[in-house]
């Protein structure tokens, strides 16, 4: 069954009306302190958790401030009709921030969370299209982004890459090169080279390893935190060059923080946030080819 066509996300008195739970399991994702508890998760869909998440996973405690989330279930297919066009279509969320609640609905899937409150429910459908390990994926990567701007820090869109003991974040949009740069790169062992967590904490800013390693399956997943080296613009080019930021990294910074940045219209004070922990960050343009170590160059431009 599919729901009829809709340009928003449903209502949070719209969605208690889905009050039974998906299943009787529960989990809890814990990336460097961002946590999440999940309750009535179907078994299946824990125990893909399991495999995909488990350096992240814990049982839930309570010893903290993990956001809370219901997983009920919703007796239809889809939220979100499923579109073709010469194939699947590009993955299609829509979200909205109101109120200190941030609500999002996909195919699969339509939540709700209250980050000040640390609560939300997560209402899950049938459809096969869209498997459920997918749409708790994207629903906990808005909750972890959310969660870190509580927090001081911030979710980016960016590849990391950890080398003795500092982390450097290479950011752009879809297409940039991300994927290419983590895949050539010579040094160091890569957490991601898609979504990377950073948090704000009295020694600085630091990077943390997480699960969200986007097409990057090499070595086992990166625990603990990282000083942040730097953040880095990427550009193709047939040369090799660290250049100085001229201004317009911090711009395509904020352009690169998911689940946020559609956001940010109604809620500019965010990025006034996001500019004051970074202020002392070093931003620069790293131009790049596949077939060139780019390492060289950041170290010559780290010691000049």
């Known amino acids: 069954m599919l729901r009829p066509a809709i340009?928003?996300?449903?209502?949070?008195?719209?969605?208690?009306?889905?009050?039974?739970?998906?299943?009787?399991e529960s989990a809890r994702l814990d990336i460097s302190g961002i946590a999440v508890e999940l309750t009535g998760l179907p078994a299946d869909l824990a125990a893909e958790m399991a495999r995909a998440y488990h350096p992240y996973l814990s049982a839930p405690t309570g010893a903290d401030r993990p956001l809370r989330i219901s997983v009920t279930d919703a007796p239809i297919?889809?939220?979100?009709?499923?579109?073709?066009?010469?194939?699947?279509e590009v993955y299609r969320m829509l979200t909205d921030l109101r109120g200190g609640?941030?609500?999002?609905?996909?195919?699969?899937f339509a939540s709700w969370f209250d980050v000040a409150r640390r609560e939300g429910q997560?209402?899950?459908?049938?459809?096969?299209?869209?498997?459920?390990s997918r749409a708790m994926e994207n629903f906990l990567r808005s909750a972890v982004a959310w969660l870190a701007l509580d927090r001081g820090g911030f979710f980016l869109h960016g590849a990391s890459i950890v080398r003795d003991d500092r982390?450097?974040?290479?950011?752009?949009?879809?297409?940039?090169?991300?994927s290419t740069l983590s895949a050539m790169s010579r040094s160091g062992k890569v957490n991601s080279d898609d979504l990377t967590l950073v948090l704000h904490r009295p020694e600085g800013l630091l990077a943390a390893g997480g699960p969200f390693r986007g097409t990057y399956r090499i070595g086992a997943p990166i625990l603990g935190t990282f000083p942040v080296a730097g953040f880095y613009r990427l550009r193709k080019d047939e040369r090799v060059s660290v250049d100085p930021d001229e201004g317009g990294c911090f711009a395509d910074l904020?352009?690169?923080?998911?689940?946020v940045v559609d956001q940010l219209p109604g809620h500019p004070h965010l990025i006034d946030q996001v500019r004051?922990?970074?202020?002392?960050?070093?931003?620069?343009?790293?131009?790049?080819?596949?077939?060139?170590?780019?390492w060289p160059a950041i170290d010559a431009e780290l010691t000049t």
Do not use: Q
């Open 122 to 132: 997560m209402a899950l459908g049938h459809g096969a299209l869209d498997p459920a």
């Open 167 to 178: 982390c450097y974040l290479f950011y752009g949009p879809s297409g940039a090169g991300k």
């Open 77 to 88: 297919d889809y939220f979100l009709p499923p579109g073709f066009a010469g194939g699947w």
């Open 254 to 259: 904020i352009g690169n923080l998911p689940f």
């Open 276 to 294: 004051a922990v970074t202020r002392e960050a070093r931003f620069r343009t790293l131009r790049f080819n596949k077939d060139d170590d780019f």
């Open 7 to 24: 340009e928003h996300p449903p209502e949070v008195e719209e969605l208690s009306g889905f009050r039974e739970p998906a299943g009787p």
């Open 101 to 108: 609640v941030f609500r999002s609905v996909s195919y699969r």
